[in-house]
Protein backbone atom coordinates (compact mmCIF):
# COMPACT_ATOMS: atom_id res chain seq x y z
CA UNK A 1 0.00 0.00 0.00
CA UNK A 2 1.59 3.32 -1.09
CA UNK A 3 1.06 6.33 1.85
CA UNK A 4 1.47 8.69 -1.08
CA UNK A 5 0.02 8.14 -4.50
CA UNK A 6 -0.80 11.48 -5.78
CA UNK A 7 1.88 10.74 -8.77
CA UNK A 8 -0.28 7.47 -9.88
CA UNK A 9 -3.51 9.49 -9.20
CA UNK A 10 -2.37 12.37 -11.37
CA UNK A 11 -0.93 9.52 -14.16
CA UNK A 12 -4.13 8.03 -14.23
CA UNK A 13 -5.95 11.59 -14.30
CA UNK A 14 -8.05 11.10 -10.95
CA UNK A 15 -8.50 14.31 -8.97
CA UNK A 16 -5.32 14.82 -6.21
CA UNK A 17 -5.26 17.13 -2.80
CA UNK A 18 -2.02 18.58 -4.35
CA UNK A 19 0.04 18.31 -7.71
CA UNK A 20 2.41 15.40 -7.82
CA UNK A 21 6.27 16.57 -8.67
CA UNK A 22 9.16 14.89 -9.16
CA UNK A 23 12.50 16.15 -11.12
CA UNK A 24 14.20 14.65 -13.88
CA UNK A 25 17.78 13.44 -13.02
CA UNK A 26 16.65 14.26 -9.24
CA UNK A 27 19.64 11.90 -7.77
CA UNK A 28 22.80 13.41 -9.32
CA UNK A 29 25.79 15.80 -9.29
CA UNK A 30 23.83 19.02 -7.68
CA UNK A 31 23.42 17.43 -4.30
CA UNK A 32 26.25 16.64 -2.32
CA UNK A 33 25.38 13.41 -0.75
CA UNK A 34 25.33 12.03 -4.31
CA UNK A 35 29.04 13.67 -5.19
CA UNK A 36 30.26 12.42 -1.70
CA UNK A 37 28.95 8.83 -3.13
CA UNK A 38 30.69 9.69 -6.29
CA UNK A 39 33.88 10.33 -5.43
CA UNK A 40 34.56 6.86 -4.57
CA UNK A 41 32.86 5.12 -7.57
CA UNK A 42 32.56 5.76 -11.52
CA UNK A 43 28.59 6.21 -12.63
CA UNK A 44 28.75 3.02 -14.17
CA UNK A 45 29.64 1.24 -11.07
CA UNK A 46 27.14 2.82 -9.15
CA UNK A 47 24.66 2.22 -11.57
CA UNK A 48 25.69 -1.77 -11.21
CA UNK A 49 25.62 -2.02 -7.63
CA UNK A 50 22.18 -2.07 -6.34
CA UNK A 51 23.22 -1.15 -2.27
CA UNK A 52 24.38 2.17 -3.92
CA UNK A 53 21.93 2.35 -6.49
CA UNK A 54 19.01 2.14 -4.11
CA UNK A 55 20.85 4.95 -1.67
CA UNK A 56 21.26 7.48 -4.47
CA UNK A 57 17.52 7.03 -5.74
CA UNK A 58 16.19 7.46 -2.22
CA UNK A 59 18.61 10.83 -1.88
CA UNK A 60 16.04 13.31 -3.16
CA UNK A 61 12.80 11.25 -1.60
CA UNK A 62 14.40 12.20 1.80
CA UNK A 63 16.02 15.65 1.17
CA UNK A 64 13.15 17.36 -1.38
CA UNK A 65 9.93 15.05 -0.38
CA UNK A 66 9.21 14.29 -4.20
CA UNK A 67 6.39 12.85 -4.94
CA UNK A 68 7.51 9.51 -6.61
CA UNK A 69 11.22 8.07 -6.86
CA UNK A 70 13.27 7.35 -10.05
CA UNK A 71 15.47 4.28 -10.28
CA UNK A 72 18.82 5.33 -10.31
CA UNK A 73 20.47 4.16 -13.83
CA UNK A 74 21.07 4.72 -17.38
CA UNK A 75 19.47 4.86 -20.54
CA UNK A 76 22.73 2.89 -21.90
CA UNK A 77 22.79 -0.11 -19.86
CA UNK A 78 20.32 -2.57 -21.83
CA UNK A 79 22.59 -0.82 -24.64
CA UNK A 80 25.80 -2.50 -23.13
CA UNK A 81 23.20 -5.80 -22.60
CA UNK A 82 23.14 -5.63 -26.80
CA UNK A 83 27.00 -6.10 -26.92
CA UNK A 84 28.15 -2.23 -27.33
CA UNK A 85 30.44 -1.27 -24.89
CA UNK A 86 29.90 2.20 -23.05
CA UNK A 87 31.94 3.60 -21.04
CA UNK A 88 31.38 7.35 -18.92
CA UNK A 89 33.81 10.43 -19.43
CA UNK A 90 33.54 13.24 -17.42
CA UNK A 91 34.23 15.72 -20.90
CA UNK A 92 32.34 14.53 -22.95
CA UNK A 93 29.58 12.30 -21.39
CA UNK A 94 28.94 8.54 -22.71
CA UNK A 95 31.57 6.96 -25.13
CA UNK A 96 30.60 4.07 -26.74
CA UNK A 97 32.48 1.61 -28.81
CA UNK A 98 31.83 0.02 -32.37
CA UNK A 99 28.72 2.34 -33.26
CA UNK A 100 26.73 0.47 -35.63
CA UNK A 101 26.54 2.13 -38.86
CA UNK A 102 26.52 -1.11 -41.29
CA UNK A 103 24.95 -4.55 -41.54
CA UNK A 104 28.34 -5.91 -39.93
CA UNK A 105 27.72 -4.47 -36.30
CA UNK A 106 23.70 -4.39 -37.23
CA UNK A 107 23.81 -8.24 -37.16
CA UNK A 108 26.24 -8.76 -34.05
CA UNK A 109 23.68 -7.14 -31.85
CA UNK A 110 22.15 -9.11 -29.23
CA UNK A 111 18.34 -8.89 -28.62
CA UNK A 112 18.39 -10.22 -24.76
CA UNK A 113 14.78 -12.09 -24.16
CA UNK A 114 13.40 -12.10 -20.68
CA UNK A 115 15.82 -14.77 -19.37
CA UNK A 116 19.23 -13.16 -20.65
CA UNK A 117 18.00 -9.87 -19.43
CA UNK A 118 17.68 -11.14 -15.35
CA UNK A 119 21.27 -12.51 -16.48
CA UNK A 120 23.44 -9.71 -17.72
CA UNK A 121 21.25 -7.16 -15.66
CA UNK A 122 20.22 -9.00 -12.40
CA UNK A 123 21.44 -5.16 -11.00
CA UNK A 124 18.26 -3.77 -12.00
CA UNK A 125 15.60 -6.42 -10.30
CA UNK A 126 18.12 -6.00 -7.52
CA UNK A 127 18.21 -2.27 -6.96
CA UNK A 128 14.22 -2.34 -7.85
CA UNK A 129 13.29 -5.03 -4.96
CA UNK A 130 15.76 -2.95 -2.37
CA UNK A 131 14.35 0.58 -3.04
CA UNK A 132 10.75 -0.82 -2.89
CA UNK A 133 11.70 -2.22 0.57
CA UNK A 134 13.77 1.12 1.62
CA UNK A 135 10.72 3.05 0.43
CA UNK A 136 8.24 1.08 2.66
CA UNK A 137 5.16 2.89 0.44
CA UNK A 138 6.21 6.50 1.10
CA UNK A 139 5.97 7.28 -2.98
CA UNK A 140 5.59 5.12 -6.08
CA UNK A 141 9.00 4.27 -8.18
CA UNK A 142 9.50 4.78 -11.44
CA UNK A 143 11.54 2.63 -13.84
CA UNK A 144 12.49 3.96 -17.11
CA UNK A 145 14.01 3.13 -20.41
CA UNK A 146 15.16 4.88 -23.62
CA UNK A 147 12.85 4.83 -26.27
CA UNK A 148 13.84 3.54 -29.55
CA UNK A 149 15.06 6.37 -31.22
CA UNK A 150 16.62 8.05 -28.82
CA UNK A 151 18.80 5.01 -27.79
CA UNK A 152 19.57 4.51 -31.88
CA UNK A 153 20.82 8.00 -32.02
CA UNK A 154 23.73 7.31 -29.46
CA UNK A 155 24.15 3.34 -31.01
CA UNK A 156 25.20 5.39 -34.25
CA UNK A 157 26.94 8.74 -32.98
CA UNK A 158 28.78 7.04 -30.82
CA UNK A 159 27.97 9.50 -28.24
CA UNK A 160 25.95 12.62 -27.74
CA UNK A 161 25.35 14.34 -31.22
CA UNK A 162 24.90 17.89 -31.62
CA UNK A 163 23.64 17.42 -35.29
CA UNK A 164 22.80 13.63 -35.15
CA UNK A 165 24.65 13.46 -38.70
CA UNK A 166 25.44 9.73 -38.24
CA UNK A 167 21.91 8.38 -37.59
CA UNK A 168 20.22 11.11 -40.27
CA UNK A 169 22.78 10.00 -43.14
CA UNK A 170 21.69 6.55 -42.38
CA UNK A 171 18.14 7.50 -42.37
CA UNK A 172 18.13 9.04 -46.12
CA UNK A 173 20.74 6.54 -47.51
CA UNK A 174 19.63 2.99 -46.04
CA UNK A 175 16.87 3.59 -44.11
CA UNK A 176 16.11 -0.14 -44.01
CA UNK A 177 19.33 -0.40 -41.63
CA UNK A 178 17.97 2.41 -39.31
CA UNK A 179 14.35 0.10 -39.33
CA UNK A 180 16.29 -2.81 -38.78
CA UNK A 181 18.00 -1.45 -35.77
CA UNK A 182 14.92 -0.18 -34.61
CA UNK A 183 13.29 -3.44 -34.25
CA UNK A 184 16.26 -5.00 -32.53
CA UNK A 185 16.18 -2.04 -29.74
CA UNK A 186 12.21 -2.30 -29.85
CA UNK A 187 12.17 -5.87 -29.01
CA UNK A 188 15.32 -4.84 -26.03
CA UNK A 189 13.33 -2.36 -24.41
CA UNK A 190 10.01 -4.46 -24.24
CA UNK A 191 11.97 -7.18 -22.44
CA UNK A 192 13.72 -4.55 -20.15
CA UNK A 193 10.57 -2.92 -18.97
CA UNK A 194 8.90 -5.86 -18.43
CA UNK A 195 11.91 -7.11 -16.27
CA UNK A 196 11.30 -3.70 -13.90
CA UNK A 197 7.77 -4.01 -14.19
CA UNK A 198 7.96 -7.34 -12.92
CA UNK A 199 10.18 -6.64 -10.38
CA UNK A 200 7.67 -3.63 -8.77
CA UNK A 201 8.14 -0.59 -10.56
CA UNK A 202 4.85 1.61 -10.33
CA UNK A 203 5.56 3.40 -13.84
CA UNK A 204 7.85 3.50 -16.65
CA UNK A 205 9.12 6.24 -18.74
CA UNK A 206 10.59 5.82 -21.91
CA UNK A 207 13.05 8.62 -22.87
CA UNK A 208 12.70 9.89 -26.15
CA UNK A 209 15.19 12.55 -25.42
CA UNK A 210 16.13 13.23 -28.94
CA UNK A 211 13.07 12.37 -31.14
CA UNK A 212 12.24 16.09 -30.60
CA UNK A 213 15.05 16.96 -33.54
CA UNK A 214 13.13 15.05 -36.25
CA UNK A 215 10.76 16.48 -38.34
CA UNK A 216 7.34 15.24 -37.96
CA UNK A 217 7.03 13.74 -40.94
CA UNK A 218 10.42 11.61 -39.84
CA UNK A 219 9.23 11.35 -36.39
CA UNK A 220 6.00 9.42 -37.81
CA UNK A 221 8.32 6.94 -39.75
CA UNK A 222 11.48 6.47 -37.23
CA UNK A 223 10.44 7.18 -33.81
CA UNK A 224 6.68 6.58 -33.15
CA UNK A 225 5.74 3.31 -34.82
CA UNK A 226 8.46 1.79 -32.43
CA UNK A 227 6.87 3.96 -29.30
CA UNK A 228 3.95 2.13 -29.87
CA UNK A 229 5.42 -1.24 -30.42
CA UNK A 230 6.82 -0.91 -26.60
CA UNK A 231 3.79 0.29 -25.61
CA UNK A 232 1.48 -2.07 -26.36
CA UNK A 233 4.44 -5.34 -26.16
CA UNK A 234 4.81 -4.46 -22.81
CA UNK A 235 2.77 -6.07 -19.55
CA UNK A 236 1.54 -3.62 -17.86
CA UNK A 237 0.66 -4.94 -15.01
CA UNK A 238 -1.40 -1.76 -14.43
CA UNK A 239 1.74 1.04 -14.30
CA UNK A 240 0.92 4.30 -16.18
CA UNK A 241 3.17 5.16 -19.16
CA UNK A 242 4.91 8.23 -19.43
CA UNK A 243 6.45 9.71 -22.91
CA UNK A 244 9.39 12.31 -22.68
CA UNK A 245 10.57 14.03 -25.81
CA UNK A 246 12.56 17.27 -25.25
CA UNK A 247 11.15 19.45 -28.37
CA UNK A 248 7.93 18.20 -28.08
CA UNK A 249 6.26 21.06 -30.26
CA UNK A 250 5.81 19.79 -33.58
CA UNK A 251 5.08 16.35 -32.64
CA UNK A 252 2.67 16.47 -29.42
CA UNK A 253 -0.18 15.32 -31.39
CA UNK A 254 1.29 11.58 -32.59
CA UNK A 255 2.92 11.65 -28.79
CA UNK A 256 -0.48 11.75 -27.55
CA UNK A 257 -1.60 8.63 -30.36
CA UNK A 258 1.13 6.53 -29.07
CA UNK A 259 -0.93 5.19 -26.44
CA UNK A 260 1.15 6.45 -22.95
CA UNK A 261 -1.02 7.52 -20.15
CA UNK A 262 1.08 10.63 -19.89
CA UNK A 263 3.30 12.99 -22.08
CA UNK A 264 6.33 14.29 -20.96
CA UNK A 265 6.62 17.99 -21.94
CA UNK A 266 10.10 20.08 -22.43
CA UNK A 267 9.77 23.52 -21.77
CA UNK A 268 9.88 25.47 -25.49
CA UNK A 269 5.87 24.47 -25.21
CA UNK A 270 3.35 27.39 -23.35
CA UNK A 271 1.56 25.05 -21.21
CA UNK A 272 -1.68 26.33 -22.67
CA UNK A 273 -0.97 25.28 -25.54
CA UNK A 274 -0.45 21.68 -24.49
CA UNK A 275 -3.46 21.41 -22.49
CA UNK A 276 -5.22 22.28 -25.86
CA UNK A 277 -3.66 20.64 -28.62
CA UNK A 278 -3.98 17.00 -26.40
CA UNK A 279 -7.42 17.58 -25.82
CA UNK A 280 -7.92 15.43 -22.28
CA UNK A 281 -7.27 12.64 -23.92
CA UNK A 282 -3.74 12.10 -22.00
CA UNK A 283 -2.30 13.41 -18.54
CA UNK A 284 0.39 15.81 -18.89
CA UNK A 285 4.12 15.96 -16.79
CA UNK A 286 6.06 19.03 -17.09
CA UNK A 287 7.50 21.48 -17.79
CA UNK A 288 9.43 24.07 -16.23
CA UNK A 289 12.57 25.59 -17.67
CA UNK A 290 15.45 23.88 -15.66
CA UNK A 291 17.31 27.23 -15.97
CA UNK A 292 14.61 28.59 -13.57
CA UNK A 293 16.06 26.95 -10.89
CA UNK A 294 18.88 29.34 -10.74
CA UNK A 295 16.80 31.86 -9.96
CA UNK A 296 15.56 33.16 -6.38
CA UNK A 297 12.63 30.76 -5.25
CA UNK A 298 10.26 34.08 -5.38
CA UNK A 299 11.26 33.32 -9.07
CA UNK A 300 10.49 30.23 -8.36
CA UNK A 301 7.41 30.78 -7.21
CA UNK A 302 6.25 33.04 -10.12
CA UNK A 303 6.90 30.35 -13.07
CA UNK A 304 6.04 27.45 -11.22
CA UNK A 305 2.25 28.90 -10.59
CA UNK A 306 2.44 30.24 -13.70
CA UNK A 307 2.56 26.50 -15.18
CA UNK A 308 0.39 25.11 -12.43
CA UNK A 309 -2.64 28.17 -13.47
CA UNK A 310 -1.88 27.12 -17.11
CA UNK A 311 -2.88 23.39 -16.18
CA UNK A 312 -6.25 24.94 -14.18
CA UNK A 313 -8.32 22.78 -11.90
CA UNK A 314 -8.66 19.78 -14.39
CA UNK A 315 -6.89 16.22 -12.97
CA UNK A 316 -3.81 14.96 -14.79
CA UNK A 317 -1.16 17.00 -13.93
CA UNK A 318 2.65 15.92 -12.76
CA UNK A 319 4.65 18.77 -12.21
CA UNK A 320 8.16 18.25 -13.48
CA UNK A 321 11.38 20.14 -15.37
CA UNK A 322 10.89 20.35 -18.99
CA UNK A 323 14.33 18.37 -19.22
CA UNK A 324 17.06 17.02 -16.35
CA UNK A 325 18.26 19.28 -13.63
CA UNK A 326 21.55 20.81 -13.97
CA UNK A 327 24.42 19.90 -12.20
CA UNK A 328 25.13 23.48 -10.75
CA UNK A 329 21.54 24.07 -9.66
CA UNK A 330 21.67 24.72 -5.62
CA UNK A 331 19.83 21.97 -3.60
CA UNK A 332 17.89 24.61 -1.87
CA UNK A 333 16.56 25.60 -5.18
CA UNK A 334 14.80 22.10 -5.89
CA UNK A 335 13.76 21.59 -2.60
CA UNK A 336 12.10 25.42 -2.50
CA UNK A 337 10.21 24.01 -5.53
CA UNK A 338 8.92 20.77 -4.51
CA UNK A 339 7.43 22.82 -1.28
CA UNK A 340 6.26 25.78 -3.78
CA UNK A 341 4.42 23.27 -6.06
CA UNK A 342 2.37 21.63 -3.36
CA UNK A 343 1.60 24.95 -1.66
CA UNK A 344 0.77 26.52 -4.95
CA UNK A 345 -1.40 23.73 -5.94
CA UNK A 346 -3.38 23.14 -3.24
CA UNK A 347 -4.58 26.83 -2.96
CA UNK A 348 -6.02 26.24 -5.86
CA UNK A 349 -8.05 23.34 -5.59
O1 LIG B 1 16.27 10.84 -13.41
C1 LIG B 1 17.01 10.26 -12.60
O2 LIG B 1 17.46 10.82 -11.58
C2 LIG B 1 17.32 8.79 -12.79
C3 LIG B 1 18.62 8.49 -13.31
C4 LIG B 1 18.94 8.83 -14.74
C5 LIG B 1 20.24 9.20 -15.18
N1 LIG B 1 20.24 9.30 -16.53
C6 LIG B 1 21.38 9.40 -14.29
C7 LIG B 1 22.61 10.01 -14.81
C8 LIG B 1 18.13 8.78 -15.88
C9 LIG B 1 16.65 8.51 -15.99
C10 LIG B 1 18.98 9.06 -17.00
C11 LIG B 1 18.49 9.04 -18.38
C12 LIG B 1 19.40 9.42 -19.46
N2 LIG B 1 20.72 9.10 -19.59
C13 LIG B 1 19.00 10.11 -20.63
C14 LIG B 1 17.60 10.56 -20.96
C15 LIG B 1 17.21 11.76 -20.23
C16 LIG B 1 17.97 12.99 -20.56
O3 LIG B 1 18.58 13.55 -19.62
O4 LIG B 1 17.94 13.43 -21.70
C17 LIG B 1 20.14 10.26 -21.44
C18 LIG B 1 20.19 10.96 -22.78
C19 LIG B 1 21.22 9.62 -20.78
C20 LIG B 1 22.62 9.46 -21.25
C21 LIG B 1 23.55 10.18 -20.38
N3 LIG B 1 23.88 9.77 -19.10
C22 LIG B 1 24.30 11.33 -20.69
C23 LIG B 1 24.22 12.09 -22.00
C24 LIG B 1 25.10 11.60 -19.58
C25 LIG B 1 26.16 12.66 -19.50
C26 LIG B 1 25.64 13.99 -19.28
C27 LIG B 1 25.65 14.27 -17.82
O5 LIG B 1 24.67 14.80 -17.29
O6 LIG B 1 26.71 13.97 -17.19
C28 LIG B 1 24.78 10.64 -18.58
C29 LIG B 1 25.34 10.56 -17.21
C30 LIG B 1 24.39 10.52 -16.07
N4 LIG B 1 23.19 9.86 -16.04
C31 LIG B 1 24.60 11.13 -14.80
C32 LIG B 1 23.50 10.80 -14.00
C33 LIG B 1 23.26 11.15 -12.57
C34 LIG B 1 25.84 11.91 -14.38
C35 LIG B 1 26.90 10.90 -14.09
C36 LIG B 1 28.01 11.40 -13.18
O7 LIG B 1 27.85 11.29 -11.95
O8 LIG B 1 29.03 11.83 -13.70
New binding site residues.
Given amino acids: MLKNDNFLKACRREPVDCTPVW???????YMKE??DI?KKV??LT??KTPDLAAE??LL?VDILGVDAA???????IPVEAMGIGVR?T?K???ILSNPVRSEFELNALLTPDSVKSEEMMPFIPQAIRLILQELDGRVPLIG?S?APF?LAT?MIEGE?SRNFTWIKRIMYTDAALLHRLLEKITTTVIHYLNMQIKAGVHAV?L?D??AGWLSPDDYREFALPYVEKVIKGIDKKGCPVIL?A?GVSGILEQMVDSGADVIGLDWRIDMVDAVRRSGNRVALQGNLDPCVLYGEPSVIRRHAKDIIDKYGKRSGHVFNLG???L?DIPVEHAKALVDIVHEESSRQS
Wanted: charged share 20%.
Fill in positions: IMRQAGRYRRDFMCVTPILFSDILFEKGPFGTYTQFTWFNHGIP
